[in-house]
């Protein structure tokens, strides 16, 4: 459903009561009843389940997987897939400036992108009460994906050459990745630059914040919007070029201080954050994430622009009396007029 996002973005800033955007996607197989490797495998199960968790909470958006293999599958690289686990890359496809010439740059629809398109195709006329936003990765995190995590951080001091090649390929890839996804009925992105959050801030503005700004300039518009998501523990070090994307939104993992980093966020944009997904979603009770929950909120809901929401992609295997919890927890924090 077409719908402003920049007035979107505009009321949840300005509402006094303002609904969370946890990114909950994956435990849908436990409402679903299947297993992850089933729901990555089946539009019409990813659309049901992201409908099955929309009616299940009130969420101020549905948002649909964060499966950060996809792309790199789609270039070619192996993936390790469990029934109870989020896909993973294995190996590296690209060792030298040799092969990062020759990488081909896949079309939409190569691997499994074309079915996640499609997902979220189905799921636009399944939602109509909320905005829809595609997950995708982000250009640098794509790179590591095809270079190796661990290799790409050696790699930017004695390969920038190769690295940048990359990047390029990787980037107008995801252009492409993302316009798709607009064309099929998505109201934005969250793009997902986890990796770039290990890089100094020297580095995160030379391989991933120009390449991020031009994915940006070539899909974002009043009706499409980019919420940049990065989990790192660098993140406010580099807040400044993070924030020179462009992105209408952004959204910070749990390895931060999210009070302190509020302090460097624009009060006309918002940032989003950071309750532990593992720590807490996955592996704590009610209770702790109630604690957690109230915690953050108390921390920077002195912000107008701040939303509460997970400090990443909630596990699979996240039990629904704890993502219940956390709603339950917002609601209460409102409710006490905090």
Not at 30 to 54: F, H, T, W, Y
Not at 113 to 138: H, M, N, Q
Not at 215 to 228: S, T
Request: contains cysteine; proline residues 5%.
């Amino acid at each position: 459903m077409e719908r402003n996002m920049r007035t979107w973005l505009e009321e949840l800033k300005n509402a006094p009561v303002k609904k969370t955007m946890p990114i909950l996607s994956f435990p849908a197989v436990q409402l679903l009843g299947i297993s992850v490797n089933e729901l990555i495998s089946d539009s019409d199960r990813q659309a049901k389940g992201m409908q099955l968790v929309a009616e299940h909470t009130d969420a101020a958006a549905a948002v649909s997987l964060m499966d950060l293999s996809v792309e790199a599958e789609c270039f070619g690289s192996q993936i390790r897939v469990s029934d109870s686990e989020v896909p993973t890359v294995v190996g590296r496809i690209v060792h030298d400036e040799e092969e990062a010439r020759a990488l081909e740059v896949p079309k939409v629809g190569s691997a499994r992108s074309g079915l996640y398109v499609d997902a979220i195709r189905k799921a636009t006329e399944l939602i109509t009460d909320r905005p829809v936003f595609a997950g995708a990765i982000g250009p640098f995190s794509l790179a590591a994906r095809l270079l190796d995590v661990t290799e790409i951080m050696v790699e930017c001091y004695d390969e920038p050459d190769m690295v940048h090649l990359v990047m390029e390929k990787a980037t107008a890839f995801l252009i492409e990745y993302c316009k798709a996804y607009k064309e099929a009925g998505a109201n934005g992105i969250v793009l997902a630059e986890p990796v770039t959050g290990l890089l100094s801030p020297a580095l995160a503005e030379e391989f991933s914040a120009p390449y991020v700004k031009g994915l940006v300039e070539a899909v974002q518009d009043d009706n499409f919007i980019i919420i940049y998501h990065n989990c790192g523990n660098n993140t406010i070090q580099m807040i400044d070029s993070i924030l020179d994307t462009g992105a209408a939104a952004y959204h910070f993992g749990n390895a931060i201080d999210m009070a302190k980093m509020m302090e460097h966020i624009p009060a006309d944009t918002i940032a989003m954050g950071n309750v532990d997904p593992a720590g807490e979603f996955c592996n704590g009770t009610p209770e702790s994430i109630r604690t957690a929950t109230l915690q953050v909120m108390e921390a920077c809901c002195g912000y107008p622009n701040f939303v509460i929401s997970s400090g990443c992609d909630i596990p699979p295997r996240s039990k629904w009396e704890n993502i219940d919890a956390f709603f339950a927890a917002v609601k209460e924090f409102y409710e006490s007029g905090k």
